[in-house]
């Protein structure tokens, strides 16, 4: 597990490894860490980077990119 503020870093390794999964971190309402998976197939669906997914509002990327379940 690497984590990372880069946004390149994902991207880089992502071409390199195979099954790769990217998670995303954040504080719910409460206060505590957590994390989802981020669903790669609709980001790539959709053209979103790592980049925007820094960039967006947390509660829009848990929205529209995590996998649910």
Excluded at 20 to 30: C, I, K, L, Q, T
Excluded at 54 to 65: C, F, G, H, T
Aim: no cysteine; hydrophobic share 35%; proline share 4%.
């Amino acid at each position: 597990m690497i984590s990372s503020y880069n946004p390149l870093l994902p991207t880089a390794i992502r071409d390199e490894v195979k099954n790769f999964r990217a998670y995303y971190v954040y504080r719910d309402e409460n206060g505590y860490t957590n994390i989802a998976e981020l669903d790669m197939d609709k980001m790539a669906k959709d053209l979103i980077t790592f980049e925007d997914i820094m960039s967006k509002n947390p509660v829009d990327v848990l929205r529209e990119y995590t996998l649910k379940g």
